[in-house]
C-alpha cells in the first residue's frame, strides 16, 4: 500500500533520531533540529513529548537507545516493483548500468502501459552511445564542481568550443530534452546536450575568469478567464506549473497573475493564444501587444 | 477528536490539495462540503507539511489560501510530502524499530517465540514497559511480509522469520530523476528520504505535479492492467457532484506533459466502448476478476491511436472519423515553423506545399481537441477546413470575438508603440 507510515516523515524522522542516540546521548537541541530536518514545522510538538513521555518506547531518558543497529529497511515489494519498472526505461542508462533485476517481483508498469501522448517527437537520442558518454561526463563534472570544455555545433555546421562551470541538468518532460545550466559561456548559460559533440573536464589550470550565471528574469503577465467551456479548469491545470495568482472577480470571471521566466515569453504568448477567446491579456502592455500583433498578422492571412 | 499533523485516509486531503494547488481563489466560506472545522484542520496540515509555499490573500469574500510553486526552481516534487503522513498508533512505531533492530541484528532467521521474547527485553528498561501481545505481533509480522520487508518461511515444521535483503545501493541522481518523471515518482521520493544528504544536480522544466495526489490510484490501476482484471471506477462527477460507478477493463495510460492530466483508456461495459477516463476524477477503484477479451481490446486500441490526436474517442459530429486540414505560411527567415509541425504533430502528416507554405491534415475521432494547437499557429494560418462545419465554425467565430477582444475587428493594421 502506497499510503503507509513505512515511508513516513515521522517513522525517518525516529530512525535519524535513533541512529544519533547510537552514537551518543541525545541532546534536547539535537532532538529539535533532527525533528526539523526531517519532518514537518509542527511536528516537533508531536514526536517530542511522545518519545519524552516513554509513549513511543524506542529513546530512553537520558537520550540512549536500546536498539543495537543503525535503523535500516529493506526495499518493499512496492519499490522494488517501481525500481524494476524505471529500469526498463532507455533513460536510465544516462545514469547508470543498472537495471534493478528483482527476480521476486514483476514490475509496476512496463513501456508498453503508457503513452504520453503530447510529447514532441524531436527528443534527445537516449540511445546514442556518444550522447550517454556525454550525459554521464556532464553529471560527474556536475557533481564534483569541475569545469567542462564542449565542443558543440552551431547551426551553420560550425565547430564551436566553450567553457563552461556546470550547474545542472535542466529535463523538460515536454521537449523530451535535456540541457546543461551553467557560468562562463560567451554563448549563454544553456546548452542543449544533443547539440554536444564532445565534452571533457578540465582538471589542470581551469580558466578562473568564467562569467557568472545571470539569474533567471522573472515576467509576470495578467490574464481575465471566462469560465466558458470548462476554461477554468482547463487554464489552471495547463499552467499549474507556474507560480501564480488567481482572483475571483464575478461568477464565471477570473484574473489569473502568471510569473515566468523572460526567455519562455513566446512560448507564454503561444499558450495564451491556444486557449483562445476565453483568455483576454490585460497586462503588461507590451504583452497585450505581442498578442494583438499575432492577431493583425492572422488578420492580414484573409481568416 | 483531537488534531493531529498526520492522517488516516489519504482521500480527505486529496481534495483539499487539488483546490489550494490548482485552483486557490477560494476562501473559507466557499468550502462548502466540509465543515468549517474540517476546513481549519486541513488547512492547517498544509501548512504545516508546505508552509514554504503556502500563500494568503485577503479579499472581500475573506482570506483565500492557495499553494503557488514554481516547479522550475523546486528541485523536488513539495507536494509528495503529503504522502509521508500516514499516521499510526504508539504500538506501532515502537514495535516496528524494536522488531525491525532484532531481525536486522539476527544472524539467522528466528522463531516467533525467539521474537517476542526479545521485544520484551528491549523494552525493560523503560519505566512502564510496554506489553505486545502475541496477536499484534503476528499482525505485525504478517503485515510486513505482506510489505516484502520481513521474509517468513518454514525450517525443519517451524515459521521462522528473517529481514528481507538489505537495499542495494542505488544512483541518487537516477532516482531523482524519475521520482520526477515517472509515473508513481513518489515511490522515488521515499527512496530519496533513506539517503543520506545529498546535492542534488538536475531541475526539470513544464513540470507538472498536480498528478501527485493520484498516486495510489494509479497504482491500483496498473496493477489491474498487468493482472488484465476488469475494474470498478467510482467517479466523480464534478459538474453534477455525484458519484457514478464504471465498470471497466483498463488498457492504457495516457499521460499529457502539457497539462499534465492522466486518463485511463479502458473499454466501458455499459457503453461498449474504449473512453478515456480522467485518473483525478477516479475516487476509489476495485479489482475485480481477470478479463478474457483483454489482448483483444488493447489490440483494438493500438490500432486507434494513430487517429487520436488527445484521448477522445468520440467527436460532437456523428461522423466516425472527422477530417481537418490547415495551411500556415512563413518566411525564408522562419523555417522553424514547418519543423514545429512535424515535431509537434501527434499524428496526421504536413505536406510542404512551397518554399514558403505547409499544410497539415489528419483523420481523427475528434477534430476539437486540435483546436488548441491550431491557435498556436495564429499569424499564419492561411487556410483551414473541418468536415466536422460545427467545429468549423466555431474556430471562425472565435477568432472573430478574439479580433474584437483586442479592438481589432475593423482595422487591418495597427501600429503599436
Redesign the interface.
Same mark, same amino acid.
Given at each position: 500500500m502506497l499510503f503507509n507510515e513505512l515511508y513516513s516523515a515521522y517513522y525517518n524522522t525516529v530512525a535519524a533520531l535513533l541512529k544519533q542516540a547510537m552514537d551518543h546521548p541525545l541532546s534536547d537541541s539535537e532532538l529539535s533540529e533532527i525533528i526539523h530536518q526531517h519532518a514537518f514545522e509542527e511536528s516537533e510538538l508531536y514526536i517530542r513529548p511522545a518519545l519524552k513521555d516513554q509513549r513511543w518506547q524506542l529513546i530512553q531518558t537520558e537520550g540512549t537507545t536500546c536498539l543495537k543497529k543503525i535503523p535500516s529497511m529493506p526495499l518493499t515489494t512496492l519499490q522494488k516493483q517501481w525500481l524494476k519498472a524505471i529500469g526498463m526505461d532507455v533513460r536510465m542508462r544516462l545514469f547508470t548500468e543498472d537495471t534493478f533485476d528483482f527476480p521476486d517481483v514483476e514490475p509496476l508498469f512496463i513501456p508498453d502501459d503508457i503513452l504520453i501522448f503530447d510529447q514532441y517527437s524531436d527528443g534527445d537520442d537516449y540511445q546514442s552511445e556518444t550522447y550517454i558518454n556525454n550525459f554521464r561526463i556532464l553529471l560527474q563534472a556536475i557533481r564534483t564542481h569541475t569545469p567542462l570544455s564542449i565542443v558543440q555545433e552551431n547551426k551553420h555546421g560550425q565547430k564551436l568550443t566553450v567553457l563552461i562551470q556546470p550547474d545542472y541538468l535542466e529535463y523538460s518532460q515536454k521537449d523530451d530534452k535535456f540541457r546543461l545550466i551553467g557560468a562562463g559561456s560567451y554563448l549563454g548559460n544553456t546548452i542543449n546536450l544533443a547539440g554536444i559533440i564532445s565534452c571533457q573536464p578540465i582538471k589542470e589550470n581551469p580558466p578562473t575568469d568564467l562569467r557568472k550565471r545571470n539569474p533567471l528574469k522573472l515576467r509576470s503577465v495578467i490574464f481575465e478567464l471566462v469560465d466558458q467551456r470548462n476554461a477554468l479548469e482547463r487554464v489552471l491545470m495547463h499552467f499549474a506549473h507556474f507560480k501564480k495568482r488567481v482572483q475571483k472577480i464575478d461568477v464565471n470571471h477570473y484574473e489569473v497573475t502568471l510569473f515566468y521566466d523572460k526567455e519562455d515569453e513566446t512560448e507564454i504568448v503561444i499558450r495564451i493564444l491556444s486557449f483562445g477567446p476565453l483568455l483576454k491579456v490585460k497586462a503588461p502592455v507590451h504583452f497585450v501587444n505581442l498578442i494583438k500583433q499575432r492577431l493583425i498578422d492572422q488578420r492580414s492571412c484573409g481568416i | 477528536m483531537a488534531y493531529?499533523?498526520?492522517v488516516k485516509n489519504?482521500s480527505r486531503i486529496r481534495d483539499y490539495m487539488r483546490e489550494f494547488?490548482?485552483?486557490?481563489?477560494k476562501s473559507r466560506n466557499e468550502f462548502t462540503k466540509k465543515s468549517g472545522r474540517s476546513y481549519d484542520d486541513e488547512k492547517?496540515r498544509l501548512?504545516?507539511?508546505l508552509?514554504d509555499y503556502m500563500?494568503f490573500?485577503q479579499?472581500a469574500?475573506g482570506k483565500?489560501v492557495?499553494l503557488?510553486?514554481? +516547479?522550475?526552481?523546486t528541485?523536488h516534487n513539495p507536494l509528495y510530502?503529503a504522502?509521508?503522513?500516514?499516521?499510526?498508533t504508539?504500538g506501532?512505531? +515502537?514495535l516496528?524499530?524494536?522488531l525491525?533492530?532484532i531481525l536486522?541484528?539476527a544472524d539467522h532467521p528466528l522463531s516467533f517465540n525467539s521474537i517476542r521474547e526479545q521485544i520484551d527485553e528491549?523494552?525493560l528498561?523503560?519505566?512502564?514497559?510496554?506489553f505486545f501481545d502475541e496477536s499484534t505481533v503476528r499482525k505485525k509480522l504478517n503485515e510486513y511480509i505482506?510489505?516484502?520487508?520481513v521474509v517468513g518461511e518454514m525450517c525443519s515444521k517451524k515459521k521462522v522469520y528473517h529481514?528481507?535483503?538489505?537495499?542495494?545501493l542505488?544512483?541518487v541522481?537516477?532516482v531523482h530523476?524519475?521520482s520526477e518523471?515517472?509515473?508513481?515518482g513518489?515511490?522515488?521520493s521515499?527512496?530519496l528520504? *533513506?539517503l543520506e544528504n545529498h546535492?542534488?544536480?538536475?531541475?526539470? *522544466?513544464?513540470?507538472?505535479? +498536480?498528478d501527485t495526489m493520484d498516486?495510489?490510484i494509479l497504482?491500483d490501476i496498473?496493477?489491474a492492467?498487468?493482472g488484465k482484471n476488469e475494474m470498478m471506477l467510482k467517479m466523480m462527477n464534478r459538474h453534477k457532484a455525484q458519484i457514478n460507478e464504471n465498470t471497466v477493463i483498463p488498457l *492504457?495510460?495516457?499521460?499529457?506533459?502539457?497539462?499534465?492530466?492522466q486518463y485511463l483508456m479502458a473499454y466501458s461495459f455499459r457503453f461498449r466502448r474504449i473512453s478515456a477516463y480522467r485518473i483525478d476524477n477516479i475516487v476509489a477503484v476495485q479489482i475485480n476478476e481477470v478479463s478474457d477479451r483483454f489482448d483483444e481490446l488493447r489490440a483494438k486500441l493500438e490500432g486507434m491511436?494513430p487517429h487520436?490526436w488527445?484521448?477522445s474517442t468520440q467527436g460532437g459530429s456523428n461522423m466516425r472519423m472527422e477530417h481537418v486540414e490547415f495551411t500556415i505560411?512563413y518566411t525564408e527567415q522562419e523555417q522553424h515553423i514547418p519543423?514545429r509541425l512535424?515535431?509537434? *504533430?501527434?499524428c496526421g502528416t504536413v505536406e510542404q506545399l512551397d518554399s514558403h507554405s505547409s499544410r497539415f491534415s489528419a483523420d481523427v475521432y475528434d477534430a476539437s481537441e486540435l483546436?488548441?494547437?491550431i491557435? +498556436?499557429f495564429?499569424?499564419?494560418?492561411?487556410?483551414?477546413s473541418f468536415s466536422n462545419k460545427t467545429l468549423e465554425k466555431q474556430f471562425?467565430e472565435?477568432?472573430e470575438?478574439?479580433?474584437k477582444?483586442?479592438g481589432?475587428e475593423k482595422e487591418?493594421?495597427?501600429a503599436?508603440q
Amino acid at each position: 500500500m502506497l499510503f503507509n507510515e513505512l515511508y513516513s516523515a515521522y517513522y525517518n524522522t525516529v530512525a535519524a533520531l535513533l541512529k544519533q542516540a547510537m552514537d551518543h546521548p541525545l541532546s534536547d537541541s539535537e532532538l529539535s533540529e533532527i525533528i526539523h530536518q526531517h519532518a514537518f514545522e509542527e511536528s516537533e510538538l508531536y514526536i517530542r513529548p511522545a518519545l519524552k513521555d516513554q509513549r513511543w518506547q524506542l529513546i530512553q531518558t537520558e537520550g540512549t537507545t536500546c536498539l543495537k543497529k543503525i535503523p535500516s529497511m529493506p526495499l518493499t515489494t512496492l519499490q522494488k516493483q517501481w525500481l524494476k519498472a524505471i529500469g526498463m526505461d532507455v533513460r536510465m542508462r544516462l545514469f547508470t548500468e543498472d537495471t534493478f533485476d528483482f527476480p521476486d517481483v514483476e514490475p509496476l508498469f512496463i513501456p508498453d502501459d503508457i503513452l504520453i501522448f503530447d510529447q514532441y517527437s524531436d527528443g534527445d537520442d537516449y540511445q546514442s552511445e556518444t550522447y550517454i558518454n556525454n550525459f554521464r561526463i556532464l553529471l560527474q563534472a556536475i557533481r564534483t564542481h569541475t569545469p567542462l570544455s564542449i565542443v558543440q555545433e552551431n547551426k551553420h555546421g560550425q565547430k564551436l568550443t566553450v567553457l563552461i562551470q556546470p550547474d545542472y541538468l535542466e529535463y523538460s518532460q515536454k521537449d523530451d530534452k535535456f540541457r546543461l545550466i551553467g557560468a562562463g559561456s560567451y554563448l549563454g548559460n544553456t546548452i542543449n546536450l544533443a547539440g554536444i559533440i564532445s565534452c571533457q573536464p578540465i582538471k589542470e589550470n581551469p580558466p578562473t575568469d568564467l562569467r557568472k550565471r545571470n539569474p533567471l528574469k522573472l515576467r509576470s503577465v495578467i490574464f481575465e478567464l471566462v469560465d466558458q467551456r470548462n476554461a477554468l479548469e482547463r487554464v489552471l491545470m495547463h499552467f499549474a506549473h507556474f507560480k501564480k495568482r488567481v482572483q475571483k472577480i464575478d461568477v464565471n470571471h477570473y484574473e489569473v497573475t502568471l510569473f515566468y521566466d523572460k526567455e519562455d515569453e513566446t512560448e507564454i504568448v503561444i499558450r495564451i493564444l491556444s486557449f483562445g477567446p476565453l483568455l483576454k491579456v490585460k497586462a503588461p502592455v507590451h504583452f497585450v501587444n505581442l498578442i494583438k500583433q499575432r492577431l493583425i498578422d492572422q488578420r492580414s492571412c484573409g481568416i | 477528536m483531537a488534531y493531529s499533523e498526520l492522517v488516516k485516509n489519504f482521500s480527505r486531503i486529496r481534495d483539499y490539495m487539488r483546490e489550494f494547488y490548482v485552483y486557490g481563489f477560494k476562501s473559507r466560506n466557499e468550502f462548502t462540503k466540509k465543515s468549517g472545522r474540517s476546513y481549519d484542520d486541513e488547512k492547517r496540515r498544509l501548512e504545516s507539511w508546505l508552509k514554504d509555499y503556502m500563500q494568503f490573500r485577503q479579499t472581500a469574500e475573506g482570506k483565500n489560501v492557495f499553494l503557488s510553486i514554481d +516547479t522550475r526552481i523546486t528541485k523536488h516534487n513539495p507536494l509528495y510530502k503529503a504522502w509521508k503522513t500516514k499516521s499510526f498508533t504508539e504500538g506501532d512505531i +515502537t514495535l516496528h524499530f524494536i522488531l525491525m533492530d532484532i531481525l536486522n541484528s539476527a544472524d539467522h532467521p528466528l522463531s516467533f517465540n525467539s521474537i517476542r521474547e526479545q521485544i520484551d527485553e528491549y523494552l525493560l528498561d523503560f519505566e512502564e514497559p510496554r506489553f505486545f501481545d502475541e496477536s499484534t505481533v503476528r499482525k505485525k509480522l504478517n503485515e510486513y511480509i505482506r510489505e516484502g520487508i520481513v521474509v517468513g518461511e518454514m525450517c525443519s515444521k517451524k515459521k521462522v522469520y528473517h529481514a528481507a535483503d538489505p537495499a542495494p545501493l542505488l544512483d541518487v541522481d537516477a532516482v531523482h530523476f524519475f521520482s520526477e518523471v515517472a509515473p508513481c515518482g513518489v515511490m522515488g521520493s521515499f527512496l530519496l528520504d *533513506k539517503l543520506e544528504n545529498h546535492e542534488d544536480h538536475l531541475a526539470f *522544466k513544464h513540470h507538472y505535479i +498536480t498528478d501527485t495526489m493520484d498516486s495510489e490510484i494509479l497504482c491500483d490501476i496498473f496493477s489491474a492492467i498487468h493482472g488484465k482484471n476488469e475494474m470498478m471506477l467510482k467517479m466523480m462527477n464534478r459538474h453534477k457532484a455525484q458519484i457514478n460507478e464504471n465498470t471497466v477493463i483498463p488498457l *492504457k495510460v495516457m499521460i499529457s506533459v502539457q497539462n499534465g492530466r492522466q486518463y485511463l483508456m479502458a473499454y466501458s461495459f455499459r457503453f461498449r466502448r474504449i473512453s478515456a477516463y480522467r485518473i483525478d476524477n477516479i475516487v476509489a477503484v476495485q479489482i475485480n476478476e481477470v478479463s478474457d477479451r483483454f489482448d483483444e481490446l488493447r489490440a483494438k486500441l493500438e490500432g486507434m491511436l494513430p487517429h487520436i490526436w488527445g484521448v477522445s474517442t468520440q467527436g460532437g459530429s456523428n461522423m466516425r472519423m472527422e477530417h481537418v486540414e490547415f495551411t500556415i505560411r512563413y518566411t525564408e527567415q522562419e523555417q522553424h515553423i514547418p519543423r514545429r509541425l512535424e515535431r509537434e *504533430k501527434r499524428c496526421g502528416t504536413v505536406e510542404q506545399l512551397d518554399s514558403h507554405s505547409s499544410r497539415f491534415s489528419a483523420d481523427v475521432y475528434d477534430a476539437s481537441e486540435l483546436i488548441p494547437w491550431i491557435r +498556436t499557429f495564429l499569424c499564419r494560418i492561411t487556410e483551414f477546413s473541418f468536415s466536422n462545419k460545427t467545429l468549423e465554425k466555431q474556430f471562425k467565430e472565435d477568432l472573430e470575438e478574439m479580433y474584437k477582444l483586442y479592438g481589432l475587428e475593423k482595422e487591418e493594421n495597427h501600429a503599436f508603440q
